[in-house]
């Protein structure tokens, strides 16, 4: 499975965008990059999915780099609702999600 | 909107008894797996099922575990004999097809806690 790299914790004020860094360098061109987020007590939940293209959903934004070899998830604007343990997670026509110890971020009121 | 299901939301049980851990997919949903998280540790990839059999298993997955589908809604993961480190919590999920195109519903888990 292509490894990701995502800083260890993060902190937004309320009612602010936030920006979420993953990199992928080693990323083949059939991965997909999705990202899913565990809140407190909860099971993981899906957040956003692309290939090459930015995505938008109800959700977030994804934003893809040129060369793929990086991504950002983007809430526009962030709730305490929003604190959890965030997931970039690579892979293509793989059935399985590879998690790994993904960005906590934490949102101050 | 649908949800995956999971019961018992905690079970506690004596170590080397059998357990099992019920799970209600999202009903037009073809693909069933089951993680696990150990208490602050990653979640950890189990088993995927599809078309009545494992398609995928991890190396955690050993004799001691097993899956079913016994009627059309239900999916069921089995520890025959349970250890202290199978403590955790268990997570279901389905989706509609496999791949990375696509996105996983997972349930709100199962504690499990081997004494």
């Known amino acids: 499975d292509a490894k990701t790299t995502q800083p260890n914790s993060m902190e937004s004020n309320e009612e602010e965008p936030v920006h979420l860094p993953c990199n992928h360098s080693t990323i083949s061109g059939t991965d997909y990059i999705h990202w899913y987020r565990q809140l407190p007590s909860q099971g993981p939940e899906y957040v956003i999915h692309g290939l090459t293209s930015n995505v938008n959903n109800r959700m977030a934004s994804l934003a893809i780099a040129e060369d793929r070899k990086s991504s950002t998830l983007i809430l526009h604007r962030a709730t305490l609702r929003d604190a959890a343990v965030y997931y970039c997670i690579l892979g293509y026509y793989n059935e399985k999600l590879t998690f790994g110890t993904g960005t906590r971020l934490t949102i101050i009121p | 909107e649908p949800e995956v299901t999971q019961t018992p939301s905690h079970q506690v049980t004596q170590m080397g008894q059998e357990v099992i851990l019920r799970c209600v997919p999202i009903s037009n949903h073809l693909y069933f797996y089951w993680y696990r998280q150990i208490l602050g540790q990653k979640v950890e990839f189990l088993v995927s099922?599809?078309?009545?059999?494992?398609?995928?298993k991890s190396e955690i997955f050993d004799d001691q575990f097993s899956v079913e589908r016994p009627d059309g809604s239900n999916f069921t993961l089995k520890i025959r004999s349970t250890k202290l480190e199978d403590s955790a919590m268990y997570f279901c999920a389905s989706s509609e097809v496999t791949g990375m195109n696509t996105e996983a519903f997972f349930g709100q888990g199962t504690r499990l806690t081997v004494v």
């Open positions: 099922f599809y078309n009545n059999e494992i398609s995928e």
